[in-house]
């Protein structure tokens, strides 16, 4: 799923969705399952079930799956999933927030304590760590679907307040609440897309020790294994080490 991009591009060196390509499935599966609940079963009508398809096709999700994560959220119905967050401080007192979509927030609570005890780290309450970031809508588009030139002058267009180009990526950031306004705009001329989120943007980032770097992504990956987490944000920078 989707986090910060340093973050993200270390997930992607290191192999991780393709060794957890059923994990990272069932996640896509569970959100586009609540989304199609909560509103239209028309993806069109429904800008958070088209996000979280689009997601899906990124990740290469085979489209019976997709189509069977919506029909299940007619068939499940005893199952009501909250968005709960959590924040808190790991290895190293990064700042961290974790995004979760649970059936059983006791369940889910539990686990996520744990795995920050067994860093060294601990939680906190909402707001402990949650005003070292702004919260942005972020647009990201692979790079073989527009020049850089093109995507920043329809990202400034489409009402963006910032485009940056990634090695792999282009991520459009705008105000979270102009998102899918923003994003209108732009299917006018792209059609794929590889998320569209609102994620947690940190204002300062914290550098950690090379010789540290193993233990803070093992901490971030134990995190986004549990079953009910959805997305991990840090504060840490991986680029000057």
């Not at 069932?26 to 399952?33: D, F, P, Q």
């Not at 972020?138 to 679907?145: A, H, L, Q, S, T």
Request: proline share 2%; charged share 30%; with cysteine.
């Amino acid at each position: 799923m989707s986090g910060h991009s340093k973050w993200a591009s270390i997930k992607h060196s290191k192999g991780k969705a393709d060794k957890q390509r059923s994990k990272i499935f069932s996640k896509l599966s569970k959100e586009i399952s609540v989304a199609a609940k909560l509103g239209d079963k028309d993806p069109a009508m429904n800008p958070r079930l088209r996000s979280a398809i689009q997601a899906a096709r990124s990740a290469n999700m085979p489209k019976d799956n997709i189509e069977r994560a919506i029909d299940k959220s007619s068939a499940n119905t005893e199952s009501n999933f909250e968005n709960l967050r959590y924040e808190g401080f790991g290895p190293d007192k990064i700042a961290v927030i974790v995004e979760t979509l649970t059936d059983n927030k006791n369940r889910t609570a539990s686990n996520v304590r744990t795995i920050f005890q067994k860093s060294g780290g601990s939680l906190g309450t909402q707001g402990s760590a949650s005003h070292n970031f702004n919260q942005l809508g972020i647009i990201k588009i692979d790079k073989k679907e527009i020049s850089e030139e093109n995507i920043f002058e329809l990202a400034i267009e489409s009402g963006a307040d910032e485009c940056i180009s990634h090695d792999e990526f282009h991520e459009i950031q705008c105000p979270m609440s102009e998102i899918y306004n923003v994003k209108k705009k732009l299917e006018k001329i792209i059609s794929n897309f590889i998320s569209t989120d609102i994620e947690w943007i940190p204002l300062n980032s914290v550098n950690v020790e090379k010789d540290r770097e193993e233990t803070v992504i093992d901490f971030l990956e134990n995190l986004e294994d549990d079953d009910d987490v959805q997305n991990v944000f840090s504060n840490i920078n991986f680029g000057n080490n």
